[in-house]
């Protein structure tokens, strides 16, 4: 079962991509959707708020998802907030390098619906 009032974070500086992120995030159930074009937007964001998944691609200016995943990770307020990164970068050191910094999943782009709500599911149960 979908938590509807899940809040979701997107982070990318990509209009469309956080666009298409979005409206399958409604598709899936979702509606407490928010949004950042750069990790220092949603660096500030997070330490305003609190969420319950963080979607963040790797490749931003100002500050790299991975960058913003390890100011989460070390952020008592998002040390366990499930967090999916979202990129281009495919190879197995970009991989490994997220997953060690505590990403809980990872997924390349580009992706179908399908993949994306099979990582979802995963990441929080639904």
Do not use: C
Request: glycine share 6%; hydrophobic share 45%.
């Amino acid at each position: 079962m979908v938590d509807a009032n899940l809040k979701i974070l997107i982070v990318d500086d990509f209009a469309t991509m956080r666009k298409i992120l979005k409206k399958l995030l409604r598709r899936f159930g979702y509606s407490d959707i928010h949004e950042a074009d750069d990790g220092v937007t949603a660096l500030a964001k997070l330490k305003k708020e609190r969420f319950g998944l963080i979607i963040a691609d790797w490749n931003m200016p100002e500050m790299s998802g991975l960058d913003l995943l390890k100011n989460a990770r070390a952020d008592e307020n998002h040390k366990n907030t499930p967090f999916l990164m979202v990129t281009a970068e495919s190879g197995k050191n970009a991989i490994v390098a997220a997953i060690q910094s505590g990403a809980n999943d990872y997924l390349i782009k580009p992706f179908n619906e399908r993949a994306l709500e099979e990582k979802l599911i995963r990441l929080l149960g639904s």
